[in-house]
Every structure is written in structure tokens, then in C-alpha cells.
């Protein structure tokens, strides 16, 4: 019968019910041919007729086991394979399931505190004069939440975490205004970071204007890599320096207890020993007294990224990007953050109002044609409504019922008065639910402006996106819709 997939001719006219027939009586080709004056009508002239194809497609069909192989059964054995460069090609792909599914463990397992640098709890005015000397600043800040409604971000700066090269050692500091000020208001310090523009907004939240912000890791390895779902310190050791910080803070635990509090070595002993629960991972922000050791292995991971980030990025022609334009853009993007959209609550309640009247105009234009009233909202009533009550044609079915979802709907327009007022009634609520109800707790309660978050390290295309709320995605293309832009105004700042 032939095979077209494969380009097996086979004979024409015989299909697989008559070839089964065939090969069950008379067992193979050959013997087929020899006895052919028993075969009737069109098979046997097909089969005579297409003997040369016949044997062809058997040819073809055939599996050739007779291959001269040249080298020995041995060669072709699976071999151990190289795990540390497996684990190279792994790391560099962020195939992070494959490295625990094969058991490919990072070398910082191995690592001990004092392998990485010196640890130290100082006041910061003590350091501030080498920082200066130095005039580069590797920090990480750590944050705890704020319960101030009128702060942009919601948080506090509770330590900072300081690398100083010279002395391979971090400093780690409770929050000082003056030498804060002194540090990152001073033009010759090049600061190196993470995320840097929440470290601005949280400075300029107490006070103080950085400036000269060199780096940031978060944004140069999204240069390098702009299709990942996280540019996390701890990714990022994992890739640049093969250090795997959640495994090492585990297992240098006991370096960590002893930088804090008796008591707080006596909780974590005993949750240690009950739960088994890295130490790290122990929340602290009900002891005052303790710091986060992580947050110091932040602020050396910074450091030791920051030239091989710088080298990857020249490789590909993108360091002038990163210094001249993505680096400026950051502390611009912060600033705008920071000093916030103007949101007229009496315009926007207006607003609000407006919707809410012509969702109740829809709700009873919509019952009239139904007939009844119902959870226009609900997919299950609305669909029986539509596909039972009147009968409309059903487009799409889903495992709980008929679909109403935006397509559907699109193509039932002309059937009936009644789609059209769901896709209005839809709208309407979505601008309300999502621009007034959405919108107004973002709303700064001192200042009355919108401060909401642009990120440079989100989108795979480059481009900036805003979120808490969106407001790169205002609604123009109607005129309800165009409306809402009244309560955004323009102040001074």
C-alpha cells in the first residue's frame, strides 16, 4: 500500500484492507508473484502491471542491517560527562531545576565566612573617612516596613552594609543622617548598587540627594540578558561567581549567631534545632539589636560582579549604554517617582460618579432585553441568558459552560441589542474598578499625587514600564474614557 510520508510509492488502487489480505494469504512478496494467475480482476492488474514498484517500496521499506560500522560497539558507550561544565552551560541558561535535578552543586558550599571577607558592626562616622579616601561606596541597604501612609515607599532604612576593599571587609551600620548625608550627597564617591532607584527614593524620603550613581546590578545584567524573569543578587552570584548565597548563609550559620544578641542566639539555636530552618531566613525585625548578615554578603556580591558585568557589557558594545543612558535614565525615573503625578480627588470622585450612573443605565437597558434581572457579572447566568433564554448561537464552550468572553461576544454583536450592552456595561465597570477604585488608594495622602514605580528591568523589548498603579495605560480611544485625564493636572513641584 505504500507510505506516503515516508515516499514509499507502493502499488496504486491497493489500499490497507486488500495489502492485509494479500500479505495474510500469501505471506510474502515473492511467493505473492509467483502465484498471481490466482488474483482477480483490478488487484491483479494493478499488481502485475506495478511488479517493479511492488519491490521498491519493499526495498525502501526495509530496515538495511548489513551497514558497514567501522568503529568498535565499545566507542559509542555513554560516557561520565563534564559536570562542571554542564553546570557552566546551566547556569548561563538559568536552567536552575536542572542543577538540583542533577545534583550540580555551586562550590560556595564549601565557603566559609571567613573565606569571603571580615565582618564588622561599626558606627558609620567611624568609616566614613575611608570611604571618602577610597571614593567608591559598595552598598546595600536594608529596609524594614513603614507603617507612614505618606511615605512614597514604604519602608524604612534600618542598616546600610558597606564593602571596603583595601580591607576585604563589610561594615554594617545603623542609619546615620549625618554621615548618610556626607556619603551620598558627595559628588566625588561613585556609588555602586542594587536597584538603585529605590535606594534613591528612600534617601530622599530622610532627606538626602545621592548623586554620582555609578552602577547598578539589577540594570547591567538586564542589558546583558533582557528576557529573565529575575535579576536577583542571589541569581546573580550564581551565574558571575558561582556562589550560592542561601547555601552558604546556611551553612555558615553559626559565623552569623555570634554578631547578635545572647538572646537572640538562644531563639535561634532552639528554632534551629526544632525546625531545622535556616537562620537566615528567620525574620528580625522584632530585635532591634539584630542585623541582617545576607545584607552584607549583598554588598560584597556587588562588588565582585560589578567588573565582570562591565566587561560583559563592553564585549557587546552596550557599556556606553549602560553609563550614558541607562544609568542617567535611573535617577531620572526616580525623581519622577519621587516627586509624583497630581491627582484632583474631587475630579476624579466626579469621574467616578459619571461610570457609576451609566453602569445603573446599562444594567436596566441590558434586563429589559433579558427580560429579567441577573449577576451580569456572573459567566454561568449570563451565558444561560444568552445561549437558553434567547437562543443566540454558542461560539465557544469552556468545562463550566458556555464562554462569554470577549471574542465570543464580538461575533454575536449583530444577533442581538443586548451584546452590545454587555461589552459597554464591561468597559465602563472595568474603567471604574481599575482608574477610580484602582487608583484612588495610590493616591499620596500629603502630597495628593500618584507615585507610581517605573521600571527599567521588566520588559524583554527595553521599554520603561509603570506599575502600582499603570499609568502608561490611561484609556484615550473613547470619550468616557478620555474623561478621566482631567483629574491628572499639572503643579508645581
Known amino acids: 500500500?505504500?507510505?506516503?510520508?515516508?515516499?514509499?510509492?507502493?502499488?496504486?488502487?491497493?489500499?490497507?484492507?486488500?495489502?492485509?489480505?494479500?500479505?495474510?494469504?500469501?505471506?510474502?512478496?515473492?511467493?505473492?508473484?509467483?502465484?498471481?494467475?490466482?488474483?482477480?480482476?483490478?488487484?491483479?492488474?494493478?499488481?502485475?502491471?506495478?511488479?517493479?514498484?511492488?519491490?521498491?517500496?519493499?526495498?525502501?521499506?526495509?530496515?538495511?542491517?548489513?551497514?558497514?560500522?567501522?568503529?568498535?560497539?565499545?566507542?559509542?558507550?555513554?560516557?561520565?560527562?563534564?559536570?562542571?561544565?554542564?553546570?557552566?552551560?546551566f547556569k548561563e541558561l538559568r536552567f536552575n531545576r536542572f542543577i538540583e535535578r542533577f545534583?550540580?552543586?555551586?562550590?560556595?558550599?564549601?565557603?566559609?565566612?571567613?573565606?569571603?571577607?571580615?565582618?564588622?558592626?561599626?558606627?558609620?562616622?567611624?568609616?566614613?573617612?575611608?570611604?571618602?579616601?577610597?571614593?567608591?561606596?559598595?552598598?546595600?541597604?536594608?529596609?524594614?516596613?513603614?507603617?507612614?501612609?505618606?511615605?512614597?515607599?514604604?519602608?524604612?532604612?534600618?542598616?546600610?552594609?558597606?564593602?571596603?576593599?583595601?580591607?576585604?571587609?563589610?561594615?554594617?551600620?545603623?542609619?546615620?543622617?549625618?554621615?548618610?548625608?556626607?556619603?551620598?550627597?558627595?559628588?566625588?564617591?561613585?556609588?555602586?548598587?542594587?536597584?538603585?532607584?529605590?535606594?534613591?527614593?528612600?534617601?530622599?524620603?530622610?532627606?538626602?540627594?545621592?548623586?554620582?550613581?555609578?552602577?547598578?546590578?539589577?540594570?547591567g545584567a538586564y542589558l546583558l540578558n533582557a528576557s529573565l524573569n529575575s535579576y536577583s543578587l542571589e541569581e546573580l552570584a550564581k551565574q558571575y561567581l558561582n556562589i550560592d548565597i542561601d547555601k552558604y548563609c546556611s551553612n555558615n550559620a553559626e559565623e552569623y549567631v555570634k554578631y547578635n544578641s545572647s538572646v537572640r542566639i538562644e531563639n535561634a539555636t532552639a528554632e534551629k534545632k526544632s525546625e531545622q530552618t535556616s537562620l537566615f531566613d528567620v525574620s528580625n525585625e522584632n530585635n532591634e539589636n539584630t542585623k541582617n548578615y545576607k545584607s552584607a554578603i549583598f554588598s560584597y556580591i556587588i562588588r565582585k560582579v560589578e567588573p565582570i558585568i562591565t566587561d560583559e557589557l563592553e564585549k557587546i558594545n552596550s557599556l556606553k549604554l549602560f553609563e550614558e543612558i541607562e544609568m542617567a535614565s535611573a535617577e531620572v525615573l526616580a525623581d519622577m517617582q519621587y516627586t509624583g503625578i497630581y491627582v484632583d480627588k474631587t475630579e476624579l470622585i466626579k469621574y467616578g460618579e459619571i461610570l457609576k450612573n451609566h453602569i445603573e443605565e446599562l444594567k436596566t437597558d441590558i434586563y429589559k432585553f433579558a427580560e429579567t434581572e441577573f449577576n451580569i457579572n456572573s459567566t454561568k447566568q449570563l451565558g444561560e441568558i444568552l445561549f437558553e433564554k434567547l437562543g443566540l448561537p454558542v461560539y465557544k464552550k469552556t468545562k463550566s459552560g458556555f464562554s462569554t468572553d470577549v471574542e465570543v461576544l464580538e461575533k454575536l454583536k449583530s444577533s442581538h441589542p443586548i451584546v452590545e450592552k454587555i461589552l459597554d456595561y464591561r468597559k465602563v465597570v472595568k474603567l471604574n474598578s481599575t482608574y477610580?477604585?484602582?487608583?484612588?488608594?495610590?493616591?499620596?495622602?500629603?502630597?495628593?499625587?500618584?507615585?507610581?514605580?517605573?521600571?527599567?528591568?521588566?520588559?524583554?523589548?527595553?521599554?520603561?514600564?509603570?506599575?502600582?498603579?499603570?499609568?502608561?495605560?490611561?484609556?484615550?480611544?473613547?470619550?468616557?474614557?478620555?474623561?478621566?485625564?482631567?483629574?491628572?493636572?499639572?503643579?508645581?513641584?
Open 436 to 493: 477610580v477604585e484602582g487608583m484612588m488608594p495610590y493616591i499620596n495622602p500629603k502630597t495628593n499625587k500618584i507615585h507610581t514605580f517605573f521600571h527599567q528591568t521588566v520588559t524583554a523589548t527595553g521599554r520603561i514600564s509603570s506599575t502600582d498603579p499603570n499609568l502608561q495605560n490611561i484609556p484615550t480611544r473613547t470619550e468616557l474614557g478620555k474623561e478621566l485625564r482631567k483629574a491628572f493636572k499639572a503643579v508645581e513641584r
Open 103 to 219: 545534583n550540580l552543586e555551586y562550590t560556595a558550599e564549601e565557603t566559609n565566612v571567613e573565606d569571603l571577607f571580615e565582618y564588622k558592626e561599626i558606627d558609620l562616622k567611624e568609616i566614613t573617612e575611608k570611604i571618602i579616601e577610597e571614593k567608591k561606596l559598595y552598598y546595600f541597604l536594608e529596609t524594614a516596613p513603614e507603617e507612614d501612609e505618606t511615605r512614597f515607599i514604604k519602608k524604612k532604612i534600618k542598616y546600610i552594609n558597606i564593602y571596603i576593599e583595601k580591607e576585604n571587609s563589610v561594615y554594617v551600620s545603623e542609619l546615620d543622617l549625618e554621615s548618610f548625608k556626607r556619603i551620598f550627597e558627595n559628588k566625588e564617591i561613585s556609588k555602586y548598587g542594587y536597584k538603585t532607584k529605590i535606594d534613591y527614593i528612600l534617601l530622599k524620603q530622610v532627606g538626602i540627594t545621592p548623586v554620582n550613581i555609578k552602577f547598578d546590578a539589577s540594570i
Open 1 to 89: 500500500m505504500g507510505d506516503a510520508s515516508d515516499n514509499i510509492p507502493g502499488v496504486p488502487g491497493i489500499g490497507e484492507k486488500t495489502a492485509l489480505s494479500l500479505i495474510k494469504e500469501y505471506k510474502t512478496l515473492d511467493n505473492l508473484y509467483n502465484n498471481i494467475s490466482n488474483l482477480k480482476g483490478k488487484v491483479k492488474e494493478n499488481i502485475e502491471q506495478n511488479k517493479e514498484m511492488a519491490y521498491l517500496s519493499k526495498q525502501l521499506g526495509t530496515i538495511d542491517i548489513e551497514v558497514p560500522i567501522e568503529k568498535n560497539i565499545e566507542d559509542f558507550k555513554l560516557m561520565e560527562w563534564d559536570k562542571e561544565k554542564v553546570l557552566e552551560i
